[in-house]
């Protein structure tokens, strides 16, 4: 298996080879939309995984890169569904939406812009107008900022305000890093097992989860990244497979890269990408991004607040 950055359970599942004990797959597609079940049910699952035990749920579509409005709607709603399997709310629960990741940066600016588009409620007490009576959740958001800005760990200004507001449920949305370039702004991954800020990036922070918490975490986060050196070895895959059929039997460079174990290869680009810390993303990220945003707080909205509809958010959430 190759060393590569993902934050994606889906991926590292296939990287693996053969049938893992205590990882339980399951996968279902409509209309586009393929939505996959990744259970990690113990900690031999989790080691082969890397990553801890819980339940992973991801949705792919390349809809999202597009304004294809129906499908982003359908996309909202099927989210908001596995959203509510993930962690059972009773009507007055209160949640905590918490956006990681840098405002300034692009790829990066997921969970702020997220946060801006969520309805929060839990000031509003005895003055939620009157058509909205008994839809409503008491929700906050959250954008703590990074600690590049800030000089404080972001998942201890998220411990304080927990603990000082006692939500049952944080949720914590960030951008990720995939394996694939396909994954890239098309796929979104749900966890009950938490978030570790950085972990794709080879960065890992303070991991925001129930143990640290004190409170049920779900994260929530896109890949609008993929590492460069993967990008590369990727092509060079893709020129192999050529060279294969074209070169003539007994190229001596063609022979030099093929016979590369796995994993020498990448890590030989890495050494000359400068140790591996350059992370690509996609030159229309910017109207992604907008995307992105949409369907996510929609379908948080449509989640969090019981008998909200569309038509609602449109009203109510600039």
């Known amino acids: 298996m190759k060393n590569f950055r993902t934050d994606l359970a889906l991926e590292m599942h296939e990287s693996q080879e053969g049938e893992l004990s205590g990882v339980e797959i399951t996968t279902e597609e409509d209309d586009?939309?393929?939505?996959?079940?990744?259970?990690?049910?113990?900690?031999?699952g989790a080691t082969a995984m890397g990553k801890p035990i819980g339940n992973y749920i991801t949705l792919e579509s390349q809809a999202m890169k597009f304004?294809?409005?129906?499908?982003?709607?359908?996309?909202?709603k099927i989210l908001a569904a596995k959203l509510g399997r993930l962690?059972?709310?009773?009507?007055?629960?209160?949640?905590?939406v918490v956006g990681l990741g840098n405002r300034n940066v692009t790829p990066d600016s997921l969970g702020p812009r997220i946060c801006d588009k969520i309805l929060v409620t839990r000031h509003l007490g005895e003055d939620v107008p009157d058509e909205l009576k008994g839809k409503l959740r008491a929700v906050s958001a959250l954008a703590?900022?990074?600690m590049g800005i800030t000089g404080i760990e972001t998942a201890e200004i998220i411990r304080g305000v927990t603990e000082k507001i006692s939500p049952d449920l944080v949720i914590a949305i960030d951008a990720l890093a995939a394996r694939s370039t396909a994954r890239i702004n098309a796929t979104i991954q749900?966890?009950?097992?938490?978030?570790?800020?950085?972990?794709?990036?080879?960065?890992?922070?303070?991991?925001i989860n129930s143990e640290t918490m004190g409170v049920p975490v779900i994260a929530v986060g896109v890949p609008t990244v993929v590492d460069a050196a993967t990008l590369v070895d990727d092509t060079m895959d893709k020129m192999l497979s050529e060279m294969a059929q074209s070169l003539p039997q007994g190229n001596e460079f063609f022979a030099m890269l093929d016979a590369m174990q796995e994993g020498e290869r990448y890590a030989l680009i890495k050494e000359i990408l400068m140790h591996d810390n350059m992370f690509v993303t996609p030159k229309d990220v910017d109207?992604?991004?907008?995307?992105?945003?949409?369907?996510?707080a929609n379908a948080l909205n449509i989640?969090?607040?019981?008998?909200?509809?569309?038509?609602?958010?449109?009203?109510?959430?600039?």
């Open 287 to 296: 109207a992604v991004i907008y995307r992105l945003v949409n369907i996510i």
């Open 144 to 146: 703590p900022g990074v």
């Open 190 to 207: 749900m966890s009950d097992a938490g978030v570790s800020p950085g972990a794709g990036l080879g960065n890992r922070r303070m991991a």
């Open 87 to 96: 962690h059972n709310l009773n009507e007055n629960a209160t949640i905590l």
């Open 32 to 44: 586009g939309i393929t939505v996959t079940w990744v259970e990690i049910t113990d900690e031999t």
């Open 67 to 76: 304004g294809d409005t129906e499908a982003h709607e359908e996309i909202a």
């Open 303 to 318: 989640a969090l607040h019981p008998g909200i509809t569309t038509d609602d958010l449109n009203r109510y959430v600039n």
